[in-house]
């Protein structure tokens, strides 16, 4: 049961929801499929999911956080991240109006009506302390047992930016009287550059913001207002709960059948003109916003030196100025450059134009159709148990180096297509193959017949480290038949 904050005692009780199923894209090839940019830490702290949930505190505390993710990222990569929250986790991409459907059904499992949050993973707010304000402005409005209020966060626009969705209110944002909250008149797509010019000169126009507040009983009543189809998988779900059934098998079980439609378009767009006794209201936030969607908008809010750079790595750079260079071991030397972005990591190399980084969706899309892999996963690979680096890769063998973290375990598991070698070059290693078990030290090999089970424990206090060399006629990750599993995959 959640528990309301002793500090904030005029507060009800709230719930956060913390979108992280998004696929990063802009933000390649740092970010890749299969470790978004919400799991990064972009600015050398924490993840941006971490940022978003400390953000929150002391209004809601980590125990009443979900996130909400993508079954793809709770059983790779981003595990790691995800261990220490609750997760619903969907079992394919619908969109956000279910995803918050769902959450809103869970949420009242947990407590009878909660007030919810919920906010995408993967944006930045350096005004923390102001976006406590609007966030408890936000909870305390939604409250509200006289109205059913869905209540966003709106930016007051600095430019004319065409990447953002804008919101229509009654009261201009440069009003030196301006309350708490206004009332939403529309809500607009992303615009074109003539269009956003016009809105910025209309005055009454915010960016939204991403962020909503709202019982779960009203933005169910407003799933149901406007998406019926919707409406009809989560009274499935809901029916099969109240029938006993376990929430995320009722969630498995239906939830492909919902539409693939956004919260904003299928119901937050309707609501204005129509009459169901819902308000859509709008809290100013001066915040510090950033969607940090490119690496044009993650220049903007990072810190720069004295010739308007932002470095990260190991960078030289000789009379250049204005450039986003993300850089890791390997040198990166920049001379007589300006307003460029350039970011590199071992298996590929960004080079755009300030201004141009959007058009990064556009790479993706032909490695996609090359059948390539340098936007699913780094060579580097997280993993529960530590990590794996692939040194070389060839159509019969693999090499890889792995490195194992004290109390880490890979799964019992055997190959169908390949056979392996190991050496261990740091380290202890307790390995299981077939019927022996045996402790190898630095120097020592040991050879995995394809279809034999096997494991590598580390029961040490250093890390384990092997290179490990895989040969065989498939050498895919997929090639892995688990008997046995502490994280669960």
Known sequence: M???????????????????GGSGTRLWPLSRQSLPKQFLSLFGGETLLDSTALRLEPTITRENITVITSKACASGEAMVHL??????????????????????????QQNADPVLVILPSDHVITKVADFQTCLNAAIALANESE??????????????DTGYGYIKT?????????????????????????????FIAEGNYFWNAGMLVARASTLLI?????????????????????????????????????????????VLEKIPSSDTGISLTLVPADIGWSDVGSWDSLYDVSTKDNDANVISGNVLTINSKNLLINAGKRLVAAIGVDDLNIVDTPDALLITKRGESQDVKAIIEQLQRRGSKEHIEHLTVL??????TVLDDAPSFKVKRISVLPGGRLSLQSHESRCEHWVVVAGAATVTCGERVVIMHANESIFIPTREKHRLENHGVEVVTLIEVQVGGYLGEDDIKRYDDVYGR
């Open 383 to 388: 993993r529960p148990w530590g990590s794996y």
């Open 222 to 266: 407003a799933i149901k207002s406007y998406l019926p189809e919707l409406d009809i998988v989560l009274s499935k779900i809901q029916q099969d709960i109240n029938d006993g059934i376990n929430f995320d098998t009722a969630v498995n079980s239906h939830f492909a059948d919902a539409p693939t439609i956004s919260m904003d378009h299928g």
């Open 170 to 198: 009654d009261l201009t944002s440069n009003n030196q009287a301006l309350k708490s909250y206004v009332n939403v008149l529309a809500f607009k797509e992303k615009p074109d550059l003539a269009t956003a010019e016009s």
């Open 2 to 20: 959640s528990q309301q904050n002793t500090n904030l005692p005029n507060l009800p009780i709230a719930r956060a929801i913390i979108l992280a």
């Open 147 to 160: 109205a059913k209020h869905i209540v966003c966060f709106g930016i007051t626009p600095t430019h004319p």
């Open 83 to 108: 261990a220490k929250y609750a997760k619903i986790i969907e079992s394919c991409a619908r969109g956000t109006a279910p995803a918050i459907g769902i959450a809103a059904i869970n949420a009242q």
